[in-house]
């Protein structure tokens, strides 16, 4: 089973910038599509951003396109989520998840979750 564990979430202004981290680790992470999505409190959870195992592929949700970034490295056994313009909005807890399938904006389609990592941004 793919161990997924998320970094680099924090408080931050808005208008300020963050980098998320996701290691994998346990299965060949280049076999797997990836993806970020997020859980505001009392909501629930959303599709941020997905990306291709072979990287030539990548979707965002309407909420962030033009102001996130996903990227992944193979090599490292890494996904990433670069995120500027941050808004108050954009608070909650972000998960990256792993797809055995093409990129899918779909919560069930998603079978190993990391444990999630708080971002709050301040107005």
């Known amino acids: 089973q793919m161990l997924l564990v998320e970094s680099g979430g924090g408080l931050v202004q808005a208008g300020g910038s963050l980098r998320l981290s996701c290691a994998a680790s346990?299965?060949?992470?280049?076999?797997?599509?990836m993806a970020w999505f997020r859980q505001a409190p009392g909501k629930g959870r959303e599709f941020v951003t997905a990306?291709?195992?072979?990287?030539?592929?990548?979707a965002y949700a309407d909420s962030v396109n033009g102001r996130f970034t996903i990227s992944r490295d193979n090599s490292k056994n890494t996904l990433y989520l670069q995120m500027n313009s941050l808004k108050p909005e954009d608070t909650a807890v972000y998960y990256c998840?792993?797809?055995?399938?093409?990129?899918?904006?779909?919560?069930?389609?998603?079978?190993?979750w990391g444990q999630g990592t708080q971002v709050t941004v301040s107005s």
């Open positions: 990306i291709s195992w072979r990287v030539e592929n990548t």
């Open positions: 346990r299965l060949t992470f280049s076999d797997y599509a």
């Open positions: 998840a792993a797809s055995f399938s093409a990129i899918t904006r779909k919560v069930g389609d998603y079978i190993y």
